[in-house]
């Protein structure tokens, strides 16, 4: 089975025991977990790096990943949901 990965920015008010829970309950799955810490060094490439927010640019973030290699699967995501390879003229 593959999974595309899709961020979305939202509001929330959850309280830090229910960020906790969900965060332990997320880390159940190995490939969860790997994707929270990419995403994580992704956010913070952008602070550091891009000198902005991370929020800015989570499209371009979602598109990184999701068109990046993936070992598991020994293609992009893109191509495995899709078929066919997306190549992007940023570089």
């Known amino acids: 089975m593959i999974k ?6 939202v509001k929330t008010f959850y309280s830090v025991d229910d960020y ?6 997320e880390l159940k ?3 969860a977990e ?12 952008c602070v550091i790096d891009l000198n902005s927010n ?3 640019h989570l499209s371009l973030i979602e598109f ?4 990046s290699y993936h070992s598991n699967i020994h293609m992009d995501l893109y191509e495995a949901v899709y078929g066919s390879i997306c190549r992007s003229l940023i570089g």
């Open 4 to 9: 595309s990965t899709h961020f979305l920015l």
């Open 29 to 31: 799955d190995g490939q």
């Open 54 to 56: 991370w929020d800015d």
């Open 34 to 45: 790997w994707t929270i810490h990419t995403l994580e060094d992704m956010m913070r490439a």
């Open 64 to 67: 990184a990943y999701n068109n």
């Open 20 to 25: 906790a829970r969900l965060y332990i309950w």
